[in-house]
């Protein structure tokens, strides 16, 4: 099931000689998939409710304002726990279990 994870990736004529583990792209991939998916949930939460209470009617340019600011928050909240969420120390920590294993 997780044999996928073991396959690494090298970028064909690029500087870059590292090797990514699938394991760490798979992460990344969901890391902004989830972002994505929340953004737009609370967006369509906020957008009911406007609509709901009369602020403008559905098909209004508000709501891709309202869209597009939650987008831009949630860019900034995915941005500043990056950091966190993808440590030096977590990533060498990774790389340090997958050479022992292998």
């Known amino acids: 099931m997780w044999v996928l994870l073991d396959i690494s990736i090298t970028l064909p004529n690029s500087p ?3 090797v990514i583990p699938m394991k760490k ?3 990344g ?3 902004a998939t989830a972002w994505i998916i929340a ?3 609370l967006g369509m939460i906020i957008n009911i409710g406007l609509i709901r209470s009369g602020a403008y009617v559905s098909g209004d340019s508000a709501e891709t304002i309202v869209f597009c600011l939650v987008g831009l928050l949630a860019l ?3 941005y500043s726990l990056y950091g966190e969420v993808f440590s030096k120390e ?3 920590e990774d790389s340090k279990t997958d ?3 292998d």
């Open 16 to 18: 870059i000689t590292e």
């Open 25 to 27: 792209i798979f992460f």
């Open 29 to 31: 991939i969901s890391y």
């Open 39 to 41: 953004s737009l949930g």
């Open 76 to 78: 900034g909240g995915a």
């Open 90 to 92: 977590s990533l060498e």
């Open 99 to 101: 050479s022992i294993s």
